[in-house]
């Protein structure tokens, strides 16, 4: 996880490009976060403790909200690229990732975040509704 927060990109002007360098990131986000459904599903803690399962519960909250037949690897893949996609507008509106905590960069993200927030309505709530995780 640590390798992918702290990931440092080069300069890019073209779609093309910033999809070769993006793409191994998510699938390295996609993985880590199928390894952590996979270490909770062994946990001996009860299905509804969040503090010991968060990817159990916000893949639950997914289902329950979105998804409702996405299996595992479909919530990875769109946890990957949603979270990916996210940080990377986070950092085009200067937003500081270090050291803060996904539900923090959320949180900074307000209606009045300047080019991205006058295109969308939306408030970027998957991210401030993360595990307080610290990035970087």
Not at 1 to 14: A, D, E, G
Request: aromatic residues 8%.
């Amino acid at each position: 996880m640590k390798q992918f927060l702290r990931w440092s990109p080069p300069k890019i002007t073209q779609v093309a490009r910033l999809v070769q360098h993006i793409a191994p990131l998510c699938r390295l986000l996609r993985s880590t976060v199928m390894e952590q459904l996979d270490f909770e599903a062994r946990s001996s803690a009860p299905d509804d403790d969040i503090r010991a399962r968060p990817f159990t519960g916000l893949k639950n909250d997914w289902r329950r909200l979105l998804f409702p037949s996405a299996d595992n690897a479909t919530f990875a893949d769109g946890y990957a690229q949603t979270v990916t996609f996210a940080l990377l507008l986070a950092r085009t509106e200067d937003i500081p990732l270090a050291p803060n905590s996904f539900h923090e960069i959320g949180r900074r993200w307000t209606p009045t975040t300047p080019s991205w927030a006058k295109r969308s309505s939306c408030r970027p709530l998957l991210l401030s509704s993360l595990p307080a995780r610290r990035v970087g």
